[in-house]
């Protein structure tokens, strides 16, 4: 029997997992945390032949997560995923100790290599991936996101993490909100992300608050 951790703060994402793994025809029992610090107590009552860990989840990321399973028990295997790119967080992963990286845009057969990759001792990367690297099309790949902004979007970066709106950004800074508006639609189309929550969690993981 193999005994998998889903590590997901969507329920609508573990349930997806879980249905993938129920039409494999090993036996496999799961368990799913719904945060970070719900994993790592999990991970530490329990043995895990693999865990599938979620990037990005509110508290403790994905990779302060995957930190403490290294230094816990690092014989457990990790398969991260993400909704972000593998260009913008696969090599970071497998660096940190991961051995797999997948987006949850992935097929099902996908998800199924990469465990069966994993479980046996191996590391996954997609072909994609696998090609990118081989043509040397990553080269900057880790170079961090929020090195590509300037020194006014990442001031603003900083402040939108902090919690602080528009209008009380635009007042500390002395320029209008039209020009702090523009600033945030110019740093999430450079960092590829969405909302002021991801912007959040991302400063956060990267100690930009500090």
């Known amino acids: ?33 719904c945060n970070g610090e719900e994993a790592l107590d999990m991970i530490e009552l329990n043995d895990y032949d693999l865990v599938l ?43 940190s100790g991961a051995s797999g990286y997948l987006t949850k845009e992935s097929a099902a057969d996908e998800l199924l290599v990469a465990m069966r990759k994993v479980l046996s001792g191996g590391k996954y990367i997609s072909d994609s991936l696998a090609e990118k690297l081989v043509f040397g099309l990553l080269k900057d790949v880790e170079k961090p996101l929020h090195e590509t902004l300037s020194d006014r979007e990442r001031q603003v970066l900083r402040m ?43 400063a956060i993981n990267n100690s930009l608050l500090d």
């Open 53 to 95: 860990l979620d990037v990005s989840m509110p508290g403790k990321g994905g990779f302060e997560v995957l930190k403490e399973i290294r230094s816990s028990k690092p014989g457990v295997p990790v398969l991260m995923f993400s909704m972000h790119p593998e260009e913008q967080y696969a090599l970071r992963a497998l660096r």
């Open 160 to 202: 939108v993490a902090a919690g602080k709106t528009l209008s009380e950004i635009a007042a500390e800074l002395s320029l209008n909100v039209q020009t702090i508006s523009t600033f945030r639609a110019r740093l999430l189309r450079k960092m590829r992300m969405k909302s002021n929550a991801e912007l959040t969690h991302y």
């Open 1 to 33: 029997m193999t005994r998998v951790l889903i590590a997901d703060d969507h329920a609508i994402v573990r349930k997806g997992l879980a249905r993938i793994l129920a039409d494999i025809p090993e036996t496999v029992m799961l368990d799913e945390a």
